[in-house]
């Protein structure tokens, strides 16, 4: 098989893989969330097995610490967030009113615009209804499932089958990466090998760090805008935090709804320093401190490839594309450098194989420097001659 052969039926095989991918997408979603946990927490399984204790029970207390820790943040949050949630929606009308009072008016002065842009009543009354009527969060959650029997099924063995599949790939991981590492051809191995290690520390950089810099902003947010004594500050925190993945957006999100619900709350300029010192403390935390400490510089995603592989992995895949829009466009991105730098060694961008050319300079140097020597030699062997009188 030739080299431009064995190109193609790469080429053709990750084709091929990526329609068969697409044709499973509805299947897929328990899969995608079971083999994230299961690469997030092997390094730690690996750990407990270092210190002596089997595969298998080492699996068995991350696993156990991952149950503690979903079931955790489903007891904490998911209530906090609901409460928040009530809240925005109760005030609904306060912040229309404010917009009213405000917006309106000075658009009128500013622009022209006569219309009252802000006159939502119909709309605030409408959310406020469908959220009394669900009773929160969950309900409204549980009312939508309920109503198609097939829905309950699918979600349930989702459910049912998210942490059977977490177990097995967890337990089997180091196997399976291994046999997958058997089937590559060795004359290429080393090339694979490379941009595989390079491939984990993006993703780990970006899976482990990132994900824990956006739970950090988000706490830190939440309790410097609670301190403040905002009202929505859990909700306006964690949203910051969230979107924190994509540079300033975060930041300029969470601190224009910050500060939104000051003027609103307050109004008073004393509270709007506040929220700005909050934001403030936040992002020199996550420049100093968050972001060199647990990502580095290893992910070196463009804003823009980070939103548009969010937005393009949601369209063709729905759920696990967003799930896995961000990691696989990491990999992507250490793939595409590998192939710049082979793209610059090639006669396509030279004109000239830069191995030739390399080789030719070796040449032209080793054969300046035997006729330096030759030329030494001759000087060296000529008889001596009497200088003048």
Same mark, same amino acid.
């Given at each position: 098989?030739?080299?431009?052969?064995?190109?193609?039926?790469?080429?053709?095989?990750?084709?091929?893989?990526?329609?068969?991918?697409?044709?499973?997408?509805?299947?897929?979603?328990?899969?995608?969330?079971?083999?994230?946990?299961?690469?997030?927490?092997?390094?730690?399984?690996?750990?407990?097995?270092?210190?002596?204790?089997?595969?298998?029970?080492?699996?068995?207390?991350?696993?156990?610490?991952?149950?503690?820790?979903?079931?955790?943040?489903?007891?904490?949050?998911?209530?906090?967030?609901?409460?928040?949630?009530?809240?925005?929606?109760?005030?609904?009308?306060?912040?229309?009113?404010?917009?009213?009072?405000?917006?309106?008016?000075?658009?009128?002065?500013?622009?022209?615009?006569?219309?009252?842009?802000?006159?939502?009543?119909?709309?605030?009354?409408?959310?406020?209804?469908?959220?009394?009527?669900?009773?929160?969060?969950?309900?409204?959650?549980?009312?939508?499932?309920?109503?198609?029997?097939?829905?309950?099924?699918?979600?349930?063995?989702?459910?049912?089958?998210?942490?059977?599949?977490?177990?097995?790939?967890?337990?089997?991981?180091?196997?399976?990466?291994?046999?997958?590492?058997?089937?590559?051809?060795?004359?290429?191995?080393?090339?694979?090998?490379?941009?595989?290690?390079?491939?984990?520390?993006?993703?780990?950089?970006?899976?482990?760090?990132?994900?824990?810099?956006?739970?950090?902003?988000?706490?830190?947010?939440?309790?410097?805008?609670?301190?403040?004594?905002?009202?929505?500050?859990?909700?306006?925190?964690?949203?910051?935090?969230?979107?924190?993945?994509?540079?300033?957006?975060?930041?300029?999100?969470?601190?224009?709804?910050?500060?939104?619900?000051?003027?609103?709350?307050?109004?008073?300029? %004393?509270? /709007?320093?506040? !929220?700005?010192?909050?934001? +403030?403390?936040?992002? @020199?935390?996550?420049? =100093? $401190? *968050?972001?060199?400490?647990?990502?580095?510089?290893?992910?070196?995603?463009?804003?823009?490839?980070?939103?548009?592989?969010?937005?393009?992995?949601? %369209?063709? /895949?729905?759920? !696990?594309?967003?799930?896995? +829009?961000?990691?696989? @466009?990491?990999?992507? =991105? $250490? *793939?595409?450098?590998?192939?710049?730098?082979?793209?610059?060694?090639?006669?396509?961008?030279?004109?000239?194989?830069?191995?030739?050319?390399?080789?030719?300079?070796?040449?032209?140097?080793?054969?300046?420097?035997?006729?330096?020597? @030759?030329?030494?030699?001759?000087?060296?062997?000529?008889?001596?001659?009497?200088?003048?009188?």
């Amino acid at each position: 098989m030739t080299d431009l052969s064995r190109r193609c039926f790469v080429l053709a095989s990750i084709v091929f893989a990526g329609y068969v991918i697409y044709l499973l997408k509805p299947i897929l979603t328990p899969f995608a969330i079971a083999a994230l946990l299961a690469y997030l927490f092997d390094p730690l399984a690996d750990r407990l097995e270092a210190w002596g204790l089997s595969r298998t029970l080492s699996v068995v207390i991350v696993f156990a610490f991952i149950i503690i820790l979903l079931a955790a943040t489903l007891l904490i949050f998911v209530p906090l967030l609901e409460s928040q949630i009530s809240r925005l929606i109760h005030n609904l009308p306060l912040y229309f009113e404010w917009l009213s009072n405000k917006i309106s008016p000075w658009l009128r002065e500013t622009f022209g615009i006569e219309a009252d842009l802000f006159d939502t009543e119909a709309l605030t009354q409408l959310l406020k209804e469908h959220w009394d009527k669900a009773g929160g969060l969950a309900a409204a959650l549980l009312r939508t499932v309920s109503q198609s029997s097939a829905v309950i099924i699918h979600w349930l063995t989702n459910l049912l089958l998210i942490p059977v599949i977490t177990f097995y790939l967890l337990r089997d991981w180091d196997i399976l990466t291994a046999r997958v590492g058997e089937l590559i051809p060795r004359s290429i191995y080393p090339t694979v090998s490379r941009l595989v290690k390079e491939s984990n520390e993006v993703l780990s950089a970006f899976l482990r760090g990132q994900m824990t810099v956006m739970l950090a902003l988000g706490l830190i947010y939440a309790i410097g805008l609670k301190l403040a004594g905002i009202d929505l500050a859990f909700l306006i925190g964690m949203t910051a935090g969230i979107l924190s993945f994509v540079p300033y957006l975060g930041t300029i999100t969470g601190l224009l709804m910050a500060l939104f619900a000051a003027a609103t709350q307050y109004g008073d300029p %004393q509270h /709007f320093i506040y !929220v700005l010192i909050v934001f +403030g403390i936040g992002q @020199a935390l996550e420049g =100093m $401190v *968050l972001t060199p400490l647990l990502v580095g510089d290893r992910i070196g995603l463009h804003p823009v490839a980070v939103i548009f592989s969010v937005l393009a992995g949601g %369209q063709l /895949f729905g759920f !696990v594309g967003v799930l896995l +829009g961000l990691p696989v @466009a990491a990999v992507i =991105m $250490v *793939l595409l450098r590998h192939a710049h730098e082979r793209y610059l060694q090639s006669k396509l961008y030279g004109g000239e194989d830069q191995n030739d050319i390399a080789l030719s300079t070796s040449h032209d140097e080793s054969s300046s420097g035997s006729q330096k020597r @030759a030329a030494q030699e001759s000087a060296d062997a000529a008889p001596e001659t009497d200088s003048p009188a």
